[in-house]
């Protein structure tokens, strides 16, 4: 059995770029943390046949999913539906992980 | 934008049985969250072509992975690959709660 740890102890972080964290992967989805900086983001984007789920787990950003933005924070989280654009972009001055699913991978 | 509460604002318990709280779903996965009162379980079973995720984000609980047994708590997770028999028992004197992905539903 292997045990992933997803809390504070898992998360990254890189001056340059959003940091993703792998916890687990299969041919079916993946499931990372993702660690924001202040200033950092995911821009946004598309995937045709795939679903993507945000779950706010630390700090406050700006989501999009579609047409709308809006600020989430811990305890909050929003999916975005295959083909539906999305991304995040952290304006707050705080650190944001989100843990982040999509089901199935895009690259397959 | 559809937002959703994970945090203890939208767990629920069910004295009977464990309570699965949905929180996304599509044809392509699930997300709940399983809150389990003391003594409560989810029996040993497996799923052919689906993945399992357990995220322990309250409490403690003993978890099988194969034929592999384990108590975890907050911040530790584990994935029961398709085939692999996984299940949960709290076996605690706390409630647990864990975030739990599928992908895909078994279902379809």
Redesign the interface.
């Known amino acids: ?10 998360w990254a972080w890189k001056s340059e770029k959003l940091s993703k964290v792998p ?2 992967a ?1 041919e ?2 993946f ?1 990372d943390l993702y660690c924001l900086e202040p200033g950092q983001s995911q821009k946004p984007h598309a995937h045709a046949g ?2 993507k ?1 945000y ?1 706010v787990t630390e700090g406050r950003g700006r ?1 999009r ?2 047409e ?1 933005e ?1 600020e ?1 924070g ?6 975005a ?2 083909g539906e654009v999305h991304g995040i972009e952290n304006d707050s001055g705080e650190r944001l992980v989100v ?1 982040t ?1 999509m ?2 991978p895009p690259s397959r």
């Open positions: 059995m292997k045990v992933q740890r997803w809390d504070a102890s898992a916890l687990f299969s079916r989805f499931l795939c679903d789920v779950l989501f999913v579609g709308v809006r989430l811990p305890g909050e989280a929003v999916m539906a295959s843990l699913l089901a199935p």
